[in-house]
């Protein structure tokens, strides 16, 4: 947990940083204000998640509910966490959501980026066991080291393809708030790709993981927000 803790305080930093400098010179403290709350919400939606995922447990220990550091986190809480932020900051301090959105995505990747590598080293969201010849060493929370499908590795590469995919035709773009929603579905779709390589315990529901079954309505979620843009952005024309 604590490599994890580190390369996370790192994704952090680094998105933060380039938050700061996309952003708008006379809005870049706003912006990096924005940031650090939606990463508020991002660590109470994955913390709150994770805790009802496990409520029988936490029903009896309801003073570890809050020590994050003691494990227990859900990618997708904090995917929902963060998105229920942004919306909030977008109406509390007036900001248009689309920009706000599409500004707060690089901090999004560094951070997904850095959770992955993270659980790569502290062995959290592993994979399956393989012998096959792209698998790598990776241990699981018992401390059992064989060669598994490189889940987290994956994970971070197709995050870093994603995000830098949208920072290179984001611009293209017609509509704010459109690179995000793809960003979003993209992660989500990545999310749910994988869940069928993990290894790491997790609830089932109907055949498939607890995490699939969030990644399933994030994906369902940005795919209606870009069309609902995107109808937005032809009306405009006429």
């Known amino acids: 947990m604590q490599l994890l803790s580190i390369l996370l305080a790192v994704g952090v930093l680094a998105g933060l940083l380039l938050l700061s400098w996309r952003a708008p010179q006379k809005e870049r403290v706003r912006y990096v204000d924005a940031g650090v709350m939606v990463l508020f919400g991002a660590l109470v939606g994955g913390r709150g998640l994770s805790v009802a995922v496990n409520l029988n447990y936490?029903?009896?220990?309801?003073?570890?509910?809050?020590?994050?550091?003691?494990?227990g986190f859900s990618g997708i809480g904090a995917l929902v966490g963060g998105v229920l932020?942004?919306?909030?900051?977008?109406?509390?301090?007036?900001?248009?959501?689309?920009?706000?959105?599409?500004?707060?995505?690089?901090?999004?990747?560094?951070?997904?980026?850095?959770?992955?590598?993270?659980?790569?080293?502290?062995?959290?969201?592993?994979?399956?066991?393989?012998?096959?010849?792209?698998?790598?060493?990776?241990?699981?929370?018992w401390g059992v080291i064989v060669n598994r499908v490189p889940?987290?590795?994956?994970?971070?590469?197709?995050?870093?393809?994603?995000?830098?995919?949208?920072?290179?035709?984001?611009?293209?773009?017609?509509?704010?708030?459109?690179?995000?929603?793809?960003?979003?579905?993209?992660?989500?779709?990545?999310?749910f790709g994988l869940s069928y390589l993990r290894a790491d315990p997790t609830p089932i529901w109907n055949g498939l993981r607890l995490d699939a079954w969030g990644a399933v309505g994030l994906m369902a979620f940005s795919s209606l927000t870009v069309v609902v843009l995107l109808f937005y952005w032809k009306f405009k024309q006429k």
């Open 58 to 71: 936490y029903a009896t220990h309801l003073g570890e509910a809050i020590q994050v550091w003691k494990g």
């Open 85 to 141: 932020a942004i919306f909030i900051l977008s109406l509390l301090w007036r900001l248009p959501l689309g920009t706000l959105a599409d500004a707060l995505l690089p901090l999004a990747g560094t951070l997904t980026i850095a959770a992955w590598v993270g659980c790569w080293l502290d062995a959290c969201s592993y994979g399956l066991p393989s012998d096959a010849w792209w698998a790598l060493p990776s241990g699981d929370e």
């Open 151 to 191: 889940v987290q590795l994956l994970g971070a590469l197709a995050t870093l393809l994603v995000i830098w995919l949208l920072d290179w035709g984001g611009r293209r773009l017609p509509v704010r708030g459109t690179g995000a929603a793809l960003g979003l579905f993209g992660v989500s779709a990545m999310l």
